[in-house]
């Protein structure tokens, strides 16, 4: 974690989930290509059951890249906007990891801890840098 974001250091702090829609929880990985087709000779299809059953709806080299996308899309993320107001702040840039301290309110339900989030956006103004933030 590059920062510790808390109360103090924000203001208009905005709470939302990633959409439903940008939700894959089943992802059909195609590997080994042919040397001589345009395709390739191996797949698997790997699911997120866990996902499935909470929002209704075999071992090979590729495990780890699925684990890895599926926990970027695999399930709704917590996104965060707000006004970062501490001058100790300013330096947070698009893809610094940080997490949120003692905060105003729990994310639906949630606890802040344990959670890591990146910096997808970022507006510099005088006094003060607009950001958005996702869970990962």
């Not at 924000?10 to 990633?18: G, R």
């Not at 929002?55 to 006004?83: E, R």
């Not at 893809?95 to 890591?116: L, N, Q, R």
């Amino acid at each position: 974690t590059d920062h510790t974001l808390n109360t103090d250091d924000l203001a208009d702090i905005n709470l939302s989930l990633t959409s439903m829609n940008d939700i894959k929880t089943s992802i059909d990985i195609e590997y080994e290509k042919h040397p001589a087709r345009n395709g390739y000779t191996s797949n698997v299809e790997s699911s997120n059951s866990t996902a499935i059953t909470n929002l209704n709806i075999g071992t090979n080299v590729n495990d780890d890249w699925y684990t890895y996308y599926n926990g970027l899309i695999g399930d709704q993320k917590i996104l965060v906007s707000a006004t970062v107001v501490s001058p100790s702040l300013y330096g947070i840039d698009v893809g610094d990891f940080v997490e949120f301290g003692t905060m105003p309110v729990d994310p639906f339900g949630e606890a802040w801890s344990g959670k890591d989030f990146i910096v997808t956006s970022v507006s510099r103004q005088f006094g003060k840098l607009q950001c958005e933030f996702r869970e990962v």
